[in-house]
């Protein structure tokens, strides 16, 4: 994901088509941040199509809003629980941020997760490429 600006944090709720089985399917909402509300909603249908058995052709969305901060004025502490897949398995992990609102500390989570990725791939010093004494014989 391209978190280039700060992200938002949505409220996204869908629900099957109905259908002659049944005439008022159950809802499914999710809290979801992205940078507006289009993005907000392929997660949605990815995870919901893991979580039931629903797809975006038999389905529906029903609301798709902005959540806002009650209290955005004041500093918090949030703790942000994540997990992730490297070469060596999955790993769980336990974040703390200190922000505004909920949506900045996910900014920071997701800024900090690029860092630490990019940051571990290059932990070997430099090597200058190899260079042959006469290019033009192949081995």
């Avoid at 709720?13 to 507006?36: D, E, Q, S, W």
């Avoid at 039931?52 to 004025?73: P, W």
Wanted: glycine fraction near 6%; aromatic fraction near 14%.
């Amino acid at each position: 994901m391209k978190a280039s600006g700060t992200l938002r944090e949505y409220e996204v709720v869908g629900r099957c088509l109905p259908a002659p089985k049944c005439h008022t399917p159950t809802l499914y909402r999710m809290r979801i941040f992205a940078l507006n509300h289009v993005i907000a909603k392929s997660p949605f249908w990815y995870l919901v199509s893991q979580l039931k058995k629903m797809k975006k052709s038999s389905g529906e969305i029903v609301y798709c809003g902005q959540v806002f901060e009650k209290s955005f004025l004041r500093v918090k502490n949030f703790g942000i629980w994540l997990r992730y897949d490297s070469r060596s398995g999955t790993h769980n992990m336990d974040r703390e941020y200190r922000d505004l609102t909920t949506a900045g500390a996910v900014t920071q989570c997701y800024r900090d997760m690029v860092e630490e990725i990019a940051a571990s791939k290059y932990h070997w010093p430099h090597k200058p490429p190899f260079t042959a004494k006469r290019p033009n014989i192949f081995f």
